[in-house]
Every structure is written in structure tokens, then in C-alpha cells.
């Protein structure tokens, strides 16, 4: 099968490799019907994090189990699928916590798990899923492209910019600053309105993005970043700052932005992942009162809710794929997204 392996800083490419095939009884393949390329991709795409050679990439998928375990009972073949970007057994402590990504035997795509074995990355024509009857999520299959990218987004960056608004404590009467133009941050914007927010401002200085975060209920967007982008929210939030400020890029600036940005007594929802190392200013918090909660997003937990708006047609998440690319091209797919050409590719087998 066709599937994106690394070969090096900025190689990354689309090669045979072989077929997966079941090895535990819980197992079930998948076949992909659409993956795509995560803002997280990029760190080792750059070099951030270490250039991991010969890795098999993507995280974020859905498709149609082909094959099934003996032990699983709840997916036959022919079920249409999405798949967390994280896989859990369902059964341990931090799983029936609703801690997902914390599952004592997490399955990370493209990694390995605790018993040596190797999973698939999503990029990918198939991919094996671990504790398939607890991982996977069974949806309607999309009639049309604009579903398929909607039905993507809850594998990842939709349920991420959720968690961010979730963990912060997004709702009603709430002015909500967002930091961060990727397909997190405006997927924390739409969040944010689905959760009742009074005033969602917007911080992008890339017109496209902005397009979209307008679309996705933003009541203003700024372009500005840094010291004149915590001057502008204060301004408009009387002088204090926003209720919530949601970080989801993962650097240092973006954090020091979203924590000078938030009221006394607010709260920091960051969802990005840490690109190199940041840290917080604790004594800072201490005397602000300021709460900076989060972390790696337990997507699966937030699927079932999510789902039923997204088939409801209530809400349109995957707006933020505005590039469609078959597999082939992954190259092209990553390119494009490191050089802000693209918010988010989707990728065909």
C-alpha cells in the first residue's frame, strides 16, 4: 500500500509499504477514505522536534473497516469509521476518566505500543486500529466531499479546539480571544460560538483564515499578533482582558500573547502543541489569578456530541480543508501547508 514515510528535513513522501494485517484479536483494519496533514506534522517536517527517518506519518483519519478481531464485537466489516487520533483500550482508570490520549496502553499512529509492535500512520491507504471496539467511532457514510471533511475534522483539530473552549470554560456571556490562525485556532473559534460565546475575537493576520474564522461565527478578527494584539484585546474587553483566551499554536510567543491577554480571574485554554519548550509564568498566575488549563485534547471522549451536529448539518468544521490532494502527493500536501498556502490538505488514497 501507498503510505508517507520520512526520509528526512522536509522529505517527506508517499511510498509502498507493506499491508497491515491483524495481529491481536482486537484488532480491525481500516480502509482510509481520507487522512490529512496536522499543524503538529510540521514540527518534524521543520526539524522543531527531531526529524524522526523512516516514520510512518498522519494521525487523523476515517474510512471503512475492512477486517475484524475475533474479540470485536462491536464494528463489522462495511462500517464507516473515524478514528481519534490517539487509540484506548477503553478500559483503565484514566479511559474510564474520559482521559483518552492518557490510556495506559495509548496507541499513537505511526508509533509503537508497549508490546513492540508498530501501528500505521494515518497517511495511508490502511491502517491497523488497536482496541478497535473502544478507538473507533461508527458515523453515516458522507454523500458528498464537504461531508467527508467535516466527518475528518472530529478525528482531531475539530474535538482539539473544543477541548481548548471545554477546559477553559467557554459559555455563555464569555468574550473569547483566540490565538492562533491554523485549523486549531478556527476550529476553536467555531467551538467557542457553538458554546455560547458572547464575542469571539479572532487574531489572524493571513486574509484566507480570516475568511473563515468569520464564517465560523468570529465577531471580529484582528491582524495583529504580539504586544499590539494584547493592547487591541484589552481595549476591547474595558481595559482587562478577554473571560477566555484559547492558545493553539504551541510556541513561547503564543503563550506569553494568551496569558497577557486574559482578565484577572480568566482562564488560558491551550491546545498547541509545545514546539521546543515554552514555560508559564507561574508567580505571574499567582498574583492574576489567571488559570492556564488543557493539554492534549481527549478527542474520543467529544466525538458522539460532536457527531451529531456535524450530521445534523448544524455545523461545518471542515471548512478549514481548503486543499484536497490525493496521497500521492503528500510532498506537495506538506509544502503547501508549511509555506501558508493551505490551512489544512486533505489527502485521497
Same mark, same amino acid.
Given at each position: 500500500?501507498?503510505?508517507?514515510?520520512?526520509?528526512?528535513?522536509?522529505? =517527506?513522501?508517499?511510498?509502498?509499504?507493506?499491508?497491515?494485517?491483524?495481529?491481536?484479536?482486537?484488532?480491525?483494519?481500516?480502509?482510509?477514505?481520507? %487522512?490529512? @496533514?496536522?499543524?503538529?506534522?510540521?514540527?518534524?517536517?521543520?526539524?522543531?522536534?527531531?526529524?524522526?527517518?523512516?516514520?510512518?506519518?498522519?494521525?487523523? =483519519?476515517?474510512?471503512?473497516?475492512?477486517?475484524?478481531?475475533?474479540?470485536?464485537?462491536?464494528?463489522?466489516?462495511?462500517?464507516?469509521?473515524? %478514528?481519534?487520533?490517539?487509540?484506548?483500550?477503553?478500559?483503565? @482508570?484514566?479511559?474510564?476518566?474520559?482521559?483518552?490520549?492518557?490510556?495506559?496502553?495509548?496507541?499513537?499512529?505511526?508509533? /509503537?505500543?508497549?508490546?513492540?509492535?508498530?501501528?500505521?500512520? /494515518?497517511?495511508?491507504?490502511?491502517?491497523?486500529?488497536?482496541?478497535?471496539?473502544?478507538?473507533?467511532?461508527?458515523?453515516?457514510?458522507?454523500?458528498?466531499?464537504?461531508?467527508?471533511?467535516?466527518?475528518?475534522?472530529?478525528?482531531?483539530? =475539530?474535538?482539539?479546539?473544543?477541548?481548548?473552549?471545554?477546559?477553559?470554560?467557554?459559555?455563555?456571556?464569555?468574550?473569547?480571544?483566540?490565538?492562533?490562525?491554523?485549523?486549531?485556532?478556527?476550529?476553536?473559534?467555531?467551538?467557542?460560538?457553538?458554546?455560547?460565546?458572547?464575542?469571539?475575537?479572532?487574531?489572524?493576520?493571513?486574509?484566507? +483564515?480570516?475568511?473563515?474564522?468569520?464564517? =465560523?461565527?468570529?465577531? &471580529?478578527?484582528?491582524?495583529?499578533?504580539?504586544?499590539?494584539?494584547?493592547?487591541?484585546?484589552?481595549?476591547?474587553?474595558?481595559?482587562?482582558?478577554?473571560?477566555?483566551?484559547? &492558545?493553539?499554536?504551541?510556541?513561547?510567543?503564543?503563550?506569553?500573547?494568551?496569558?497577557?491577554?486574559?482578565?484577572?480571574?480568566?482562564?488560558?485554554?491551550?491546545?498547541? @502543541?509545545?514546539?521546543?519548550?515554552?514555560?508559564?509564568?507561574?508567580?505571574?498566575?499567582?498574583?492574576?489569578?489567571?488559570?492556564?488549563?488543557?493539554?492534549?485534547?481527549?478527542? +474520543?471522549?467529544?466525538?458522539?456530541?460532536?457527531? &451529531?451536529?456535524?450530521?445534523?448539518?448544524?455545523?461545518?468544521?471542515?471548512?478549514?480543508?481548503?486543499? @484536497?490532494?490525493?496521497?500521492?502527493?503528500?510532498?506537495?500536501?506538506?509544502?503547501?501547508?508549511?509555506? +501558508?498556502?493551505?490551512?489544512?490538505?486533505?489527502?485521497?488514497?
Amino acid at each position: 500500500m501507498l503510505a508517507t514515510v520520512v526520509h528526512g528535513l522536509k522529505d =517527506f513522501r508517499a511510498e509502498e509499504v507493506p499491508d497491515p494485517v491483524l495481529v491481536h484479536p482486537t484488532d480491525a483494519i481500516v480502509k482510509v477514505a481520507a %487522512a490529512c @496533514v496536522c499543524g503538529s506534522d510540521l514540527w518534524p517536517y521543520r526539524g522543531v522536534n527531531g526529524v524522526p527517518v523512516g516514520k510512518h506519518m498522519g494521525h487523523e =483519519f476515517v474510512g471503512t473497516v475492512t477486517e475484524v478481531g475475533d474479540a470485536v464485537t462491536g464494528l463489522t466489516p462495511g462500517d464507516f469509521v473515524i %478514528a481519534p487520533f490517539a487509540g484506548s483500550c477503553g478500559t483503565c @482508570v484514566n479511559c474510564r476518566n474520559g482521559i483518552f490520549t492518557s490510556c495506559e496502553n495509548v496507541v499513537w499512529w505511526g508509533g /509503537a505500543n508497549a508490546d513492540g509492535t508498530m501501528n500505521d500512520g /494515518a497517511q495511508g491507504e490502511f491502517v491497523r486500529v488497536p482496541f478497535a471496539d473502544a478507538t473507533l467511532v461508527t458515523a453515516p457514510a458522507p454523500e458528498s466531499e464537504d461531508q467527508l471533511k467535516d466527518l475528518l475534522t472530529l478525528s482531531d483539530v =475539530f474535538g482539539t479546539g473544543h477541548h481548548a473552549a471545554v477546559s477553559a470554560g467557554v459559555g455563555p456571556d464569555t468574550t473569547v480571544a483566540v490565538v492562533g490562525d491554523g485549523a486549531v485556532g478556527l476550529s476553536a473559534v467555531l467551538a467557542a460560538k457553538r458554546l455560547g460565546a458572547r464575542h469571539v475575537i479572532a487574531l489572524s493576520t493571513h486574509a484566507p +483564515r480570516q475568511a473563515v474564522a468569520r464564517e =465560523f461565527g468570529a465577531d &471580529e478578527v484582528l491582524a495583529l499578533r504580539g504586544d499590539d494584539a494584547v493592547a487591541a484585546v484589552r481595549e476591547r474587553t474595558s481595559g482587562v482582558g478577554a473571560d477566555v483566551v484559547l &492558545e493553539c499554536v504551541g510556541t513561547q510567543q503564543a503563550m506569553d500573547q494568551a496569558i497577557a491577554s486574559t482578565r484577572p480571574g480568566g482562564a488560558v485554554g491551550f491546545v498547541g @502543541v509545545p514546539a521546543g519548550g515554552s514555560t508559564i509564568p507561574v508567580r505571574s498566575l499567582f498574583g492574576t489569578n489567571v488559570r492556564v488549563t488543557g493539554g492534549v485534547a481527549p478527542v +474520543r471522549a467529544y466525538i458522539p456530541d460532536l457527531l &451529531e451536529d456535524v450530521v445534523a448539518g448544524r455545523i461545518h468544521p471542515g471548512r478549514v480543508f481548503d486543499l @484536497v490532494l490525493p496521497l500521492a502527493d503528500v510532498a506537495e500536501a506538506y509544502a503547501a501547508m508549511d509555506e +501558508r498556502r493551505a490551512i489544512k490538505v486533505m489527502l485521497v488514497p
